[in-house]
């Protein structure tokens, strides 16, 4: 298994539509987890972290479930701006490295 | 504010040459410092990571290598340039009191 598997992707959907992300990781002992955002021959920039309890950031929504070891993102009313790459991360036992996923592309399309 | 600076940010360099990225942070003291490379079609692969001066550590053996001279530099090198050492490289660090990574802007290198 993978340390950090995500939906292969490409996802395609019109304005306004809600799509969800999924990932799963393999180290049970992972503490910490993220989204990152990357564009088109850019870096990768935080998103959002997320948290035991979920969490949302306006259209944004981060679950964990832990017994299951996934993570998921929700993204509500999609806009044209919101077409990336979207990385799972997990921070795999080791306060000291990340591990991303291939990440998802999404485009968002008028 | 802290900021990371990474150069060159292209660079096209023939099979055989030597290789240097350099990589800074201000506004921070002591940060984790990373080495990632995105080929592609792949994800990120991290290579090196330094939790001090002098410190560092490989996670993929190749013919890449990585320094630390100062607290807040990174340096990534090579000696012998393969093509399959083509890719985005990326530097990224990490505060001392915190999980989150932040990346440089990249350097994508082409080797022909």
């Known amino acids: 298994r993978k340390e950090v598997e995500q939906d292969p992707g490409p996802f395609n959907v019109p304005e306004g539509a809600t799509v969800a992300f999924n990932c799963t990781y393999s180290?049970?002992?992972?503490?910490?987890f993220f989204w990152y955002r990357q564009d088109c021959r850019k870096e990768p920039k935080l998103l959002m972290s997320v948290y035991s309890s979920g969490n949302e950031d306006g259209r944004f929504t981060a679950q964990l479930n832990r017994a299951s070891q996934y993570i998921s993102l929700l993204i509500r009313d999609s806009k044209l701006s919101d077409s990336a790459t979207y990385l799972c991360v997990v921070n795999g036992g080791s306060n000291y490295k990340l591990t991303f996923g291939k990440g998802t592309l999404l485009t968002v399309n008028p | 504010s802290q900021t990371i600076h990474q150069w060159p940010a292209t660079l096209v360099q023939p099979v055989g040459s030597p290789l240097s990225l350099e990589c800074t942070v201000e506004g921070t003291s002591n940060p984790n410092l990373y080495w990632y490379r995105q080929a592609a079609g792949r994800g990120l692969q991290l290579l090196f990571y330094?939790?001090?001066?002098?410190?560092i550590s490989s996670e993929v053996p190749q013919n890449l290598s990585a320094s630390r001279p100062q607290d807040r530099q990174f340096i990534l090198s090579s000696k012998k340039l393969l093509l399959s050492d083509s890719g985005f490289y990326l530097c990224?660090?990490?505060?001392?009191?915190?999980?989150?990574?932040?990346f440089g802007e990249g350097s994508w290198l082409t080797v022909v």
């Open positions: 330094s939790v001090g001066i002098g410190q």
């Open positions: 180290n049970s002992a992972s503490q910490s």
């Open positions: 990224a660090w990490r505060p001392l009191s915190g999980n989150t990574i932040y």
